[in-house]
């Protein structure tokens, strides 16, 4: 089944104790990206990654890191996290390529943080 | 900079009635633009989407349309179902940021048996 999973789904954590959100797709899309969600903000570009060692910032980087080492993972950092990283997080992908204006994006089925 | 805004925020019908919701985004440079579905404490399912120069596009008993140059989009949902029950997202693609989407706050819709 083609899909994009993410762990873990939900996690607590205390103030700057450094934590990984893993995604995964199984779709060989080239492109990832995550996105955060708040209440009343709507959803929000985190970082995306065209490619294998290609990444960029999305509006709302600061406090976060990524890699791409491997096609199919794109997992999300949070170097030292704070009270207001506290979000639903989700990680996305889609084909990418010469048609990569015409793409559906899919999306995992999120990971709920609270940062204490 | 990109704004996508949604109306009504929230909408409670009973079962069987046709219903629409709004969309609309501030500049109108878009590639597409696209309706997702969020049950609660899942993912993102995706519906619709419609390329920039297209009208409209159809998924059993919903369709979407796309007034690019108003910058509006409308997804209308018909003989709705308690199983309709969902927050709809619509996100646009376009301008900067090559393959990022601008989403849009969501209707938070309630269908009654």
């Known amino acids: 089944e083609a899909q994009v999973t993410q762990n873990p789904r939900y996690l607590i954590t205390v103030t700057g104790k450094k934590l990984t959100v893993t995604c995964s797709q199984n779709?060989?899309?080239?492109?990832m990206s995550w996105y955060r969600q708040d209440p009343g903000l709507g959803l929000r570009q985190i970082y995306y990654?065209?490619?294998?060692?290609?990444?960029d910032k999305g509006d709302v980087p600061e406090g976060y890191k990524v890699s791409r080492k491997e096609k199919r993972n794109f997992p999300l950092i949070l170097e030292s996290p704070s009270p207001n990283q506290t979000s639903l997080y989700f990680c996305?992908?889609?084909?990418?390529?010469?048609?990569?204006?015409?793409?559906?994006?899919?999306f995992g089925p999120g990971t709920r943080l609270l940062v204490l | 900079k990109q704004e996508v805004t949604q109306i009504p925020a929230a909408l409670s019908v009973p079962e069987g009635e046709n219903l629409v919701l709004n969309c609309s985004f501030t500049?109108?440079?878009?590639?597409?633009l696209q309706w997702f579905r969020q049950d609660p404490g899942k993912g993102l399912t995706s519906l619709l989407l419609?390329?920039?120069?297209?009208r409209e596009q159809t998924s059993g008993r919903l369709n979407a349309s796309l007034d690019k140059s108003s910058g509006r989009s409308t997804l209308y949902i018909a003989a709705s179902q308690p199983g309709d029950s969902a927050t709809y997202l619509c996100?646009?693609?376009?301008?900067?940021?090559?393959?990022?989407?601008?989403f849009g706050t969501g209707t938070r819709l309630l269908v009654s048996p």
């Open positions: 419609i390329q920039s120069s297209q």
């Open positions: 779709m060989n899309h080239e492109y």
């Open positions: 996305a992908s889609s084909l990418g390529g010469s048609g990569w204006d015409q793409e559906t994006q899919y």
């Open positions: 990654s065209m490619n294998v060692e290609v990444t």
């Open positions: 500049d109108s440079a878009i590639y597409n």
């Open positions: 996100a646009v693609k376009g301008g900067t940021g090559f393959q990022k989407l601008v």
